[in-house]
């Protein structure tokens, strides 16, 4: 090899060296552009999906938002099925109690506790904590005063149309939510969602929420009536067990409704000339409206064992009208009521709250007959 064809083959060599770290370069370039493009997409994808996954999560939030301004057709229009039917037999739709049931549902919060999701097959359920006003007390208090003022309103000779006795549920409701001390509850749902025409919809209206919503009391009509055939049931036994009183126990009891005070007793004859007896006691009112003993006050009879039958005696007696009579707040007066008698056996009184939920507070005392 001459001297110029070596000189030639350095001179590639050479060139060779110089051009191939740029090419290397753009090689490494290239690579990290790509990359960078895989990451990018993958983001996307990323993305897309966890945007994906919370939509039925703001599905649901929004549904419990319309829950809460008691927004029906908000409701409906994120209900797969359209269908409001659990609703058709809840209060919560009737208009004349719509101002109770929305101060009621406006105190309701909710958090999100748990999303199961699955993109291809296009559903969820969604797993949200409720904390919701319990109405059972604001309902005991406007059931119990509700039906003494109907008893009121009877022996009174008035009849109340359907809508004059909505109002009055209506107006107790709101009257006993403002006065009776809020008491929360909490319950876990799970709403199943399916996505239909693009958007994620929750599958149906279930009877939790509509429970929710109605402060754990659908319907209070069904209630009173339920309550009334549990009185009347209670006062169709022919026969029901003596409480237990002591020797020294006396009718002496007070509330926020009224107080009671036995005075007295006397045995004499009813219209039929068979034996009764008469008791006598105090009768005060502390509520804030007018009321009677007759509406406030269950006082029951016992001998051998057996419920005394109420009694019209012979003779006329101011304090058995007075039963009766309706008195301001703050009032006092006498009052006499008369049972019919077996024989000359001790009998056992018993009073307590008339209309009470649970039995309420119950005071008994033994009267000699002979």
């Not at 029951?300 to 039963?323: H, K, T």
Request: net charge negative; glycine share 6%; with cysteine.
């Amino acid at each position: 090899m001459d001297q110029q064809t070596q000189e030639s083959s350095q001179e590639q060599v050479t060139a060779s060296e110089n051009i191939s770290p740029i090419k290397k370069k753009k090689k490494k370039k290239g690579l990290i552009i790509f990359l960078v493009v895989l990451l990018i997409a993958a983001a996307a994808g990323a993305g897309c999906y966890f945007m994906e996954r919370q939509k039925p999560v703001s599905t649901v939030k929004s549904f419990l938002e319309h829950v809460r301004t008691m927004n029906f057709e908000g409701m409906k229009s994120l209900l797969q099925s359209n269908d409001m039917s659990a609703l058709d037999n809840a209060d919560i739709t009737n208009e004349a109690y719509h101002a109770f049931f929305q101060g009621v549902n406006q105190k309701m919060t909710y958090e999100i506790k748990k999303t199961d999701f699955s993109l291809a097959n296009g559903t969820a359920t969604v797993t949200a904590k409720i904390k919701y006003i319990d109405g059972s007390d604001i309902y005991k208090e406007t059931i119990t005063e509700f039906l003494k003022q109907i008893v009121s309103t009877a022996f009174s000779g008035q009849e109340l149309t359907e809508e004059q006795t909505q109002q009055k549920l209506a107006a107790l409701l709101e009257e006993k939510s403002a006065t009776v001390k809020d008491k929360f509850a909490e319950a876990e749902i799970s709403y199943p969602l399916i996505k239909a025409g693009g958007q994620w919809k929750i599958v149906s209206l279930d009877t939790e929420t509509v429970r929710i919503m109605s402060a754990n009391f659908t319907n209070v009509q069904d209630e009173i009536n339920q309550s009334l055939e549990e009185m009347e049931t209670s006062e169709t036994q022919p026969e029901q067990e003596a409480p237990q009183a002591s020797a020294d126990g006396k009718i002496d009891m007070s509330n926020d409704k009224f107080t009671i005070h036995y005075k007295q007793h006397r045995v004499t004859t009813d219209f039929a000339g068979a034996p009764c007896l008469l008791v006598y006691y105090d009768y005060s009112n502390n509520g804030s409206s007018a009321s009677s003993a007759m509406v406030d006050v269950n006082l029951q009879a016992y001998q051998n064992g057996n419920l005394l039958e109420p009694a019209i005696p012979e003779s006329d007696d101011e304090a058995i009208d007075q039963f009766m009579t309706e008195v301001q707040p703050g009032q006092a007066v006498t009052v006499c009521q008369a049972f019919t008698l077996q024989d000359e056996s001790d009998v056992t009184l018993q009073a307590g709250e008339a209309f009470s939920f649970g039995g309420g507070t119950v005071v008994s005392q033994v009267l000699k007959i002979k």
